[in-house]
Each structure stands twice: as structure tokens, then as C-alpha cells.
T-cell receptor
């Protein structure tokens, strides 16, 4: 079945550092890929997504590129801020667009220190 | 600007008690979901509903029942709570045009 393997945390970085959170997946066909973010005490919210190979999703300075050859969707940001402290989840969707039974990774807790 | 609303936000139960988690969305989405979040395990799908009147099991349905009361509401019921059901529960709905899931704020359940 489908699965997502995500870089284990927690990750602690200094403000303005470069961030990479690794995500690889196993799936049949060509799934859509997502990064969700969960701020303390809140539900998850979509950070970015990519629906086909070589697509790059971007939002709030974060980027991730759908790499079919390496089955990866790594999250990057050039200069992190304290406000980026959160838990980040990589996820993929099944084949039925509009019926998004997402498979999630285990989440990576990111803490940014001033 | 409500989106997905879940109640209650916190609940403590004793083993064997029953309760229902309520969820409502105001975005006119057809598909709705219940997930549980446990440390080190990410989110796991309990049940989902592709449309009013239909429900299907997800990855971890044992010990739960659901009702899709109408297009807006999707409830999750624990008939006889067990300590293994201590978790944070999230309701979500999905936008069929973008594939985006919209989540509620979560319900933290503790079973003693």
C-alpha cells in the first residue's frame, strides 16, 4: 500500500538557518504530494502541494519539488524564522481526486531558536 | 469564516463509557474524514464519507462508528471507550477542485 517516510525529528535550528525536511514515498500510479503544517494547539493546514512530476510547490518561502525518479518531496526554506516553529507533515493522496484519503508521514517537529 | 468545527475540544472518559464527537463544515464539501493523531504515528484515517449517506472504513476503524447526518455534519462515536483510544481526533473535509483538506482544531480525548 501507499506509505510516506519522513525525516524524524525533532529538528532545532537557529533563526535564518537553511531548512530541509526529507520526505520519500511509495505509491502506485502518480499520486499528488502535500506538505501540511500544524502550529501549536491548531489543526493541520495546507502549506504547499504538487500534483505531477517535476512540479514545484511553494508558499511562505517554503518549496518542495515532486521528484518521481527518487520518489521524494523534500521541504526546503532558505531562511527560517521563529514563527516557522511547528510540526510538518508530508502526505500523498490516492488516485481519486476529490476524495482525498491522504496517507501521512509521522510528522517532524521543528523548533527555531532566536 | 468557520470552516470545519469540532466539539468538544477536550474530553475525559472512563473505560467503557460512550461519547460522540461532532463535526460540521460550512464549505459545501462532499467528502469528510475522521483522523486520529498519535505521537510518532502521524495521522491515521478512521472513517471517511464521500457523500451524504455513504461511509467507509479507513485504516483504523475498530471501536468506532460514524454517521453522516447530512452534507454538513459527520459524527464519530465511541461506543465503549478504551485507553487505546486516548488520542487527538481531527475532522476534515476536502475541496474537490483543489484536493486540499481542511481540518478542524482537534478534539483531545483521554480514556482512563
Amino acid at each position: 500500500g501507499d506509505s510516506v517516510t519522513q525525516m524524524e525529528g525533532p529538528v532545532t535550528l537557529s533563526e535564518e538557518a537553511f531548512l530541509t525536511i526529507n520526505c520519500t514515498y511509495t505509491a502506485t500510479g502518480y499520486p499528488s504530494l502535500f506538505w501540511y503544517v500544524q502550529y501549536p494547539g491548531e489543526g493541520l493546514q495546507l502549506l504547499l502541494k504538487a500534483t505531477k512530476a517535476d512540479d514545484k510547490g511553494s508558499n511562505k518561502g517554503f518549496e518542495a519539488t515532486y521528484r518521481k525518479e527518487t520518489t521524494s518531496f523534500h521541504l526546503e526554506k532558505g531562511s527560517v524564522q521563529v514563527s516557522d516553529s511547528a510540526v510538518y507533515f508530508c502526505a500523498l493522496s490516492g488516485l481519486n481526486f476529490g476524495n482525498e484519503k491522504l496517507t501521512f508521514g509521522t510528522g517532524t517537529r521543528l523548533t527555531i531558536i532566536p | 469564516n468557520a470552516g470545519v468545527t469540532q466539539t468538544p475540544k477536550f474530553q475525559v472518559l472512563k473505560t467503557g463509557q460512550s461519547m460522540t464527537l461532532q463535526c460540521a463544515q460550512d464549505m459545501n464539501h462532499n467528502s469528510m474524514y475522521w483522523y486520529r493523531q498519535d505521537p510518532g504515528m502521524g495521522l491515521r484515517l478512521i472513517y471517511y464519507s464521500a457523500s451524504e449517506g455513504t461511509t467507509d472504513k479507513g485504516e483504523v476503524p475498530n471501536g468506532y462508528n460514524v454517521s453522516r447526518l447530512n452534507k454538513r455534519e459527520f459524527s464519530l462515536r465511541l461506543e465503549s471507550a478504551a485507553p487505546s483510544q486516548t488520542s487527538v481526533y481531527f475532522c476534515a473535509s476536502s475541496d474537490p477542485n483543489t484536493g486540499e483538506l481542511f481540518f478542524g482544531e482537534g478534539s483531545r480525548l483521554t480514556v482512563l
